[in-house]
């Protein structure tokens, strides 16, 4: 396989977020960021300067964003103890939460389609092989933050199948946390999507009555 042309050519444009100046070919940047594309083609200061201030986006979510841009293979998402063996708890924290919501925020701000099948694959990808049916508990803010990490799929028009969710809820239940949490959690979401709150909602119900 041929390496990207851009290695053989230095970059052209710069960025700047929270005052660190990153370097980064056009030609990257602009195929993909409709953002990116409007800011150095305007013929305003940005485009005659080739240098571009962000400020509402920082810097550890930016560096994902052109990781993704520039294809290089993403680290993990989740918060986690590389000591310790990734659990639910790890995909589901608060910290984890935000990180992938402000980096999907960041791609909707930037103009970039598709990226969020990244977040839907590493979901999936996550849940499989986190082997729901091993003995612990999960914490309560796992279980606050379910709700949360599922509306994100929904929010960028992906849903979940019925028995996808009923077996979250049902995972929950059986571990002795009670469905409190969720339902917290639930009524808590800041942009709550109506269709996952129809298929949530069901799925809570369809639990709840089959105890």
């Known amino acids: 396989m041929s390496s ?11 960025l700047v977020v929270e ?44 560096t994902v964003v052109l990781n993704w841009l520039y294809r290089v293979p993403l680290t993990p998402l989740y918060d986690t103890d590389l000591k310790k063996e990734e659990t639910v708890d790890n995909l589901f924290s608060n910290t984890t939460v935000k990180k992938i919501d402000d980096i999907l925020r960041a791609f909707d701000f930037l103009q970039i389609k598709g990226a969020e099948v990244f977040y839907w694959r590493f979901m999936e990808d996550q849940c499989r092989k986190f082997k729901w049916g091993q003995p612990y508990y999960f914490s309560s803010e796992t279980c606050h933050n379910i709700p949360t990490a599922l509306n994100i799929i929904y929010r960028y028009g992906y849903s979940l199948p019925e028995e996808s969710l009923n077996r979250v809820i049902q995972e929950v239940r059986k571990r002795g946390n009670g469905t409190g949490n969720l339902r917290d959690g639930l009524k808590e979401i800041e942009e709550p999507d109506p269709r996952f709150l129809r298929d949530f909602s069901v799925s809570l119900a369809n639990v709840l009555t089959n105890l």
Do not use: C, Q, W
């Open 4 to 14: 990207p042309l851009y290695l053989y050519f230095e970059p052209d444009a710069t």
């Open 19 to 62: 005052e660190e100046e990153i370097k980064v070919h056009e030609t990257v940047i602009v195929v993909y960021s409709g953002f990116f594309k409007a800011a150095l083609n305007s013929g305003l200061k940005e485009s005659h300067e080739r240098r571009i201030e962000i400020h509402e986006i920082g810097l550890d979510t930016m």
